[in-house]
């Protein structure tokens, strides 16, 4: 079983006389800083010259200067700019300016795993990785909870780097959930794999090729999309809450036959061993090596297909339907 943490097992002490930079103020840039300054962490905030953000960090209290000024400042540097582009923040402005003592710190562990970041000689490098999105982050740790967090040490120059990741993972409100620990190739590899086998991908192409299946056989677009989309929400929220097995005492005993009969039909044998192909290429690097160098390029396969499948019928269906329901939109916000 692995190891699980929790408020009482972290010393937040470790972070009295710390300043930690946070480099970015995306989704989880914001909520890490303002997470640690309400647990009274002292946190600079890191951004480009010209960045947006600049004026948000500022409205939202705290302080904010360049990423080679926060880093110099710093004796814990968390990196949370998007991932195909840290490797050219960390060598320009990270590395230069990183005290021999600091910590380097993580949110997942992609550019160190791959390789695309050398871990510096001298210094602890951790990862403390929230299993959800930024503002979910920020709006439990409001309410008084948390969301879990994953942890992970790659290199303990000090001795204390496990310790330093506890508190840290504390500070951002993970240790009211739950820290599990794990390592950098188990995070990398698990995160890459579900997004792209299940969560985002997978579900994506079930979800088309449904909604299609009906709207050629002559269904309307709009049962179609209830049917094929519309209702995961309601599927997963019992998955969510318990399981298989609560979903499947929710639903009628029809849509359970079906189920069981049907469900194996539609990811078969030969599915799975796609599965078995898609993770050999992230364990490899092959998946990594092919996405920096699209992103070097400026990414036009991830955006040509952002504009196709913006175009899809399902989508533009999608907008009208949700339109007659304003409590969806109001989610958005
Ligand atoms: P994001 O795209 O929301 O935010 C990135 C931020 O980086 C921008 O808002 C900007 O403030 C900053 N930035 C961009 N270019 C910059 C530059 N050249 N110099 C300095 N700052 C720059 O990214 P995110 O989703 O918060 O991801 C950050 C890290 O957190 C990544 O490693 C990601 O894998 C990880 N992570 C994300 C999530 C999630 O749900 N979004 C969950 C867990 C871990
Ligand atoms: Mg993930």
């Known amino acids: 079983m692995a ?3 929790y408020d009482k097992d972290a010393d937040t002490g470790l972070l009295e006389d710390v300043t930690v930079a946070v480099i970015g103020y995306g989704s989880q840039g914001h909520a890490h800083a ?3 300054h309400d647990s009274g962490v002292d946190v600079v905030v890191g951004l480009r010259e010209d960045s947006s953000s600049r004026a948000k960090v500022e409205t939202d209290g705290l302080s904010v200067t360049t990423v080679s000024d926060a880093v110099s400042q710093a004796q814990l540097v968390m990196v949370l700019v998007p991932d ?3 490797a050219g923040i960390y060598e320009e402005d990270i590395a230069p300016n990183l005290s021999n003592d600091a910590v380097l710190a993580f949110a997942h562990g992609f550019n160190i795993h791959f390789g695309a970041i050398q871990s510096p000689e001298g210094n602890d490098v951790i990862m403390v990785a929230p299993k959800g999105p930024g503002h979910l982050v920020r709006r439990t740790y409001e309410e008084g909870s948390g969301v879990p967090c994953l942890l992970a040490v790659h290199q303990d120059v000090s ?3 496990k ?3 506890l508190a840290y993972a504390s500070g951002i409100g993970g240790g009211r959930a739950g820290i599990l620990e794990t390592t950098f190739a188990e995070e990398t590899e698990t995160d890459l794999f579900g997004e792209q086998v299940i969560l985002c991908g997978g579900v994506s192409e079930l979800i088309k090729s449904a909604f299609e299946t009906l709207v050629d056989a002559g269904y309307q ?3 179609a999309y209830f049917e094929t989309l519309h209702e995961l929400k309601l599927i997963v929220d019992l998955l969510y809450e318990g399981g298989m097995g609560w979903m499947r005492n929710s639903i ?4 359970e036959y079906g189920d069981y009969t049907r469900g194996p039909r539609i990811v078969t044998d030969d599915t799975r061993a796609e599965m078995r192909k898609v993770l050999d290429e992230i364990q490899s690097g092959a998946f990594a090596n092919e996405w920096l160098g699209q992103a070097r390029e400026g990414a036009p396969h991830l955006l040509a297909q952002r504009r196709a499948q913006g175009d899809l019928q399902i989508e533009q269906v999608g907008k009208e339907l949700r339109k007659m329901m304003p409590f969806i939109e109001e989610k958005r916000a």
């Open 252 to 255: 009628s005993n029809t849509a």
């Open 159 to 161: 001795g204390r780097a």
């Open 163 to 165: 310790e330093t990741a």
């Open 221 to 223: 677009p709009e049962s």
């Open 3 to 5: 190891n699980i943490y």
């Open 84 to 86: 195909e582009i840290m």
């Open 34 to 36: 303002l997470n640690l």
